[in-house]
């Protein structure tokens, strides 16, 4: 492992460094860059706020903020930057940024973190003028360097020409000298019809490293005298730490402590599978006075009773109530969705080394200064002394987007309560991440709706029972709403006259975290499912029913559902034969997406052969990856929707603890997915999570069209 630092390496290379800071108020995407001079990057203290260096060797590397689990962000982001300075492909390196909040910050969030499907979204001008500016001070550098007009030199594949001088030049000939070129405050950057990489199949930068076991993730990293360390957590959230015996555990070959932390019983040993071993014969006794006791059925049974009664309104338009009473039809459901794991492949883990008052990490995090504050905060060092390095992470699915730092904290406490200088590698186990949280909250849907004589949808109704995610976190402000909880269940983009859209919070003891798409995952499913069957009621297609309803601004929902429906062949016929078929619609995180999923009766269990799919994400950067999110999504979804399932069983214990219990989708299951994005001259949307609300429903849709009745109750299979 390389144990140079980020500045130390920055600090010692030549070259050309870009960086760009936006101002505090500048979260709009839009927002114009303000840039500091090449001086101060020559004396070092440029590197901090660097998106983009060329180095003399001619290589182009990319500083991304955001962390790189799968969802594409280093290809996406890299390909910007090489757009905007007429780079060539073959140049071009990613790094990950360090843990800094102002520098690196998400333009959305206001600090560093990566979520919400925003990487690209909150970049799309960030990284083009980083791009631009590079190929300015370039090409001002050229022009000084030739003595000619800097209007004559042209830029293709990382080389600059001048025609009528006969000179050429790559990034690299001329870095040091483009270093001390004054930097372009509000660089151009191209207009659409330029656009070269952009809207083009580009091949993933990282995906030579991951094929051939180059890449370093977290596990990965190892220290001069590393030990490491497994906890023993608690099997029922909230027990805490009453006593513990550690005589036989310190009798295992290679452990060398065992030490109690507020999360629980640290053993450190030489390799991990002493410390696992040594954890397995440790007797600890648990203080139960604050562990959450309830079984999932039991929590189940509460959010039922507390759906009975009116919560917040979040959204309401018109008298639901009267036009519900006073319909000529009346239609009701309730739904229920489970606790979910985010059974990320690779669980979580960290590495810490202190030395000499200075520390510096390891870890693949979503909100790295969460993280990093946590490690400060611990163990009580000044801040500009504690180095974040973001590594490859083997999944997230949320998981790494903690609103508490857990990892953080946890391998700061360990390090804390070893005392003194020293590494550390904290390994979490598959059973460990199972069963410790956090998880996608436990809901429950209760929906009414009305039609008249003509069919026509009069009323809407839909409670949401389900805990907040941010309740109690460092971003609860105290807003007694927290939209996570409920979102896609408002905002909807169908026409109808009075709706009524409330939410009632509730208090258990279970810790919950965002999941794959967070409230979309069960508010798509509800609206859809419920919004199928109202139509067949007032007999009317599913498609042109949907197609109706659309208020007049509904545009992109328009088109990606015409377009779905185009590429299926749908003609209304709901059973074919053995299949069925069933369609859903739905927006998130700004991305427009419809499905429909061709389902089959396999032995009582939906069997899903194909999905077809229309998604409007703005303007298309790499299609490549955009197709590689959308089936990755669905995957995700139809796993959930099939067979996932996170229960605490009797006395609050978690049942499933690996994937022999946690069914996840097999190789074998996926569908064959035919995927059309929408042109579009919007700007970019996310494309990380949409993927993963609609087929859940279109499944359920087609399965009701094939046995009579959606699941009311998730997952599918039981």
């Known amino acids: 492992m390389n144990t140079q630092t980020r500045r130390q390496f920055l600090a010692s290379s030549a070259g050309l460094v870009i960086g760009l800071t936006l101002p505090m108020k500048g979260r709009a995407q839009s927002g114009a860059a303000a840039v500091m001079t090449t001086g101060e990057a020559a004396e070092g203290t440029f590197a901090p706020n660097a998106f983009v260096r060329v180095a003399p060797d001619n290589t182009v590397t990319f500083i991304c903020k955001h962390i790189e689990f799968g969802q594409g962000p280093y290809t996406g982001l890299a390909t910007l930057v090489a757009e905007e300075m007429d780079a060539s492909w073959d140049q071009m390196r990613v790094e990950s940024a360090p843990a800094n909040n102002e520098l690196y910050k998400n333009l959305f969030f206001g600090l560093q973190g990566t979520g919400g499907s925003t990487a690209m979204a909150n970049s799309w001008m960030q990284m083009r003028q980083a791009g631009a500016a590079a190929r300015a001070m370039l090409v001002a550098a050229a022009a000084e360097e030739w003595g000619v007009d800097a209007s004559g030199i042209t830029v293709a594949q990382g080389v600059l020409s001048h025609e009528a001088s006969g000179q050429t030049a790559t990034f690299g000939d001329l870095a040091e000298a483009a270093a001390r070129q004054d930097v372009p405050v509000e660089p151009a950057v191209k207009n659409p019809s330029e656009f070269t990489y952009i809207g083009t199949d580009m091949p993933k930068v990282d995906s030579r490293a991951k094929s051939t076991g180059t890449a370093t993730f977290t596990m990965d990293v190892y220290r001069e005298g590393m030990e490491y360390v497994v906890v023993r957590h608690p099997d029922v959230m909230g027990a805490k730490v009453a006593s513990f015996d550690a005589t036989e555990a310190e009798k295992v070959r290679g452990v060398t402590a065992v030490r109690q932390i507020p999360q629980g019983v640290a053993v450190y040993a030489t390799s991990t599978a002493a410390a696992i071993k040594g954890r397995n014969a440790l007797s600890v006794e ?43 039809t009346m239609h009701e459901a309730e739904f229920s969705f489970p606790y979910l794991a985010h059974a990320t492949l690779e669980p979580m883990d960290a590495v810490l080394e202190v030395r000499d008052g200075a520390a510096e990490i390891w870890m693949g995090a979503q909100f790295p200064g969460f993280d990093k504050g946590a490690v400060v905060q611990t163990l009580g060092l000044d801040a500009e002394n504690v180095t974040m390095n973001v590594m490859y992470a083997g999944g997230s699915f949320g998981r790494r987007a903690q609103t508490i730092p857990q990892i953080g904290s946890e391998i700061a ?52 029972v389900n805990q907040s995610i941010i309740n109690g976190t460092m971003l609860d402000q105290g807003n007694p709403e927290d939209p996570t909880s409920y979102e896609g269940s408002t905002k909807m983009p169908y026409d109808l006259p009075n709706l009524t859209v409330d939410w009632v919070k509730m208090e258990t003891g279970v810790p919950v975290l965002w999941w794959r798409s967070v409230g979309h995952t069960h508010t798509a499913y509800a609206t859809e499912v419920f919004l199928d069957e109202l139509l067949e009621k007032a007999g009317k297609d599913a498609v042109q029913g949907r197609l109706d309803l659309l208020k007049d601004d509904a545009g992109r929902d328009r088109a990606v559902l015409e377009r779905v429906a185009e590429m299926a062949g749908w003609d209304g016929e709901r059973v074919k034969g053995d299949r069925a078929y069933g369609v859903a619609l739905h927006e998130s995180f700004s991305t427009y997406c419809a499905m429909i999923a061709e389902v089959s009766d396999d032995r009582g269990e939906p069997r899903v052969h194909k999905v077809w799919v229309a998604v409007d994400c703005g303007i298309a950067v790499n299609p490549n990856v955009i197709r590689a999110q959308i089936e990755g999504g669905l995957g995700y979804g139809l796993g959930s929707a099939l067979f996932n399932t996170l229960t605490l069983g009797e006395g609050g214990v978690v049942e499933e603890r690996n994937f022999d219990t946690y069914r996840m989708l097999r190789i074998t299951e996926m569908p064959e997915v035919e995927v059309a994005i929408i042109a579009s001259d919007a700007d970019p949307t996310g494309i990380g999570e949409p993927g993963t609300p609609p087929i859940a429903p279109a499944v359920a849709n087609a399965w009701r069209a094939l046995k009579g009745e959606a699941p009311r109750d998730l997952p599918m299979v039981s």
């Not at 009773?305 to 036009?323: H, I, K, R, W």
């Open 286 to 328: 648990w203080d139960m006075s604050e562990a959450e006791t309830r079984s999932s059925a039991e929590i189940l049974q509460t959010f039922r009773d507390a759906a009975q009664s009116p919560g917040l309104v979040v959204e309401e338009t018109g008298d639901s109530a009267s036009a519900i009473d006073g319909a000529e």
């Open 413 to 464: 406490e360990i390090a804390k309560a070893a005392g003194g200088d020293g590494a550390w590698k904290l390994i979490w186990t598959r059973e460990d991440d199972m069963t410790g949280g956090f998880y996608r909250p436990m809901t429950v849907h209760k929906l009414r709706g009305g039609l008249d004589a003509e069919g026509n949808i009069v009323g809407w109704e839909n409670r949401i």
